[in-house]
T-cell receptor, first 115, second 111 residues
Framework: AQSVSQHNHHVILSEAASLELGCNYS??????LFWYVQYPGQHLQLLLK??????LVKGIKGFEAEFIKSKFSFNLRKPSVQWSDTAEYFC?????????????FGSGTRLQVQP | SQTIHQWPATLVQPVGSPLSLECTVEGTSNPNLYWYRQAAGRGLQLLFYSVGIGQISSEVPQNLSASRPQDRQFILSSKKLLLSDSGFYLCAWIPINYGYTFGSGTRLTVV
């Protein structure tokens, strides 16, 4: 079965700092990869997704992620964070060839941006 | 448009009481539907998924059950709640383009 690891549980940054959140998965087959964000008091929203093609994926609000197959990683980046980026971020993977079509989530990273 | 509805938003229930959470989707037919739970300080855990009416797959043995009585309705139930059932429950569905969509969630507190 696939699993997802997010090693940064809580990250605190100042505004304008650069962000990189790590995500590693374990599955040897074809995967779809996702980053979701949950702002305080709101429901999960899709930031970006990777299915195939260019491994550098651009999402909403200036976020991007790079799929590195050899490292089983899908790290999330943003060059300059804002206070409004304070939220919890979840990496997720779907093992495409299992037929199950369900997401396996990481435990999440809580990002706190200080003004 | 395709939308997903989940209710109630908040629920406080005593230990041993029954539970019924409902999720419905609009604007599609025969969707894959999912129940996830997010416990405090932890990520989301898949509980059940359904690929059609009456078809339920359980991911984690537990005190909960799910049913799909209609094509666009997915229900999460329990006969007797435990303290450990507290958490944030999310319903989700997957359109053809894999743009997973989540409901707004139900925060369940068992007291």
């Amino acid at each position: 079965a696939q699993s997802v690891s997010q090693h940064n549980h809580h990250v605190i940054l100042s505004e304008a700092a650069s962000l990189e959140l790590g995500c590693n998965y374990s599955y040897g087959g074809t995967v779809n990869l996702f980053w979701y964000v949950q702002y305080p008091g709101q429901h999960l929203q899709l930031l970006l997704k990777y299915f195939s093609g260019d491994p550098l994926v651009k999402g909403i609000k200036g976020f991007e992620a790079e799929f590195i197959k050899s490292k089983f990683s899908f790290n999330l980046r943003k060059p300059s964070v804002q206070w409004s980026d304070t939220a919890e971020y979840f990496c997720a993977v779907n093992a495409w060839d299992t037929g199950r079509r369900a997401l396996t989530f990481g435990s999440g990273t809580r990002l706190q941006v200080q003004p | 448009s395709q939308t997903i509805h989940q209710w109630p938003a908040t629920l406080v229930q005593p230990v041993g009481s029954p539970l019924s959470l409902e999720c419905t989707v609009e604007g599609t037919s025969n969707p894959n539907l999912y129940w996830y739970r997010q416990a405090a300080g932890r990520g989301l855990q898949l509980l059940f998924y359904s690929v059609g009416i009456g078809q339920i797959s359980s991911e984690v043995p537990q005190n909960l059950s799910a049913s799909r009585p209609q094509d666009r309705q997915f229900i999460l139930s329990s006969k007797k709640l435990l303290l450990s059932d507290s958490g944030f429950y999310l319903c989700a569905w997957i359109p053809i383009n894999y743009g997973y969509t989540f409901g707004s969630g139900t925060r369940l507190t068992v007291v």
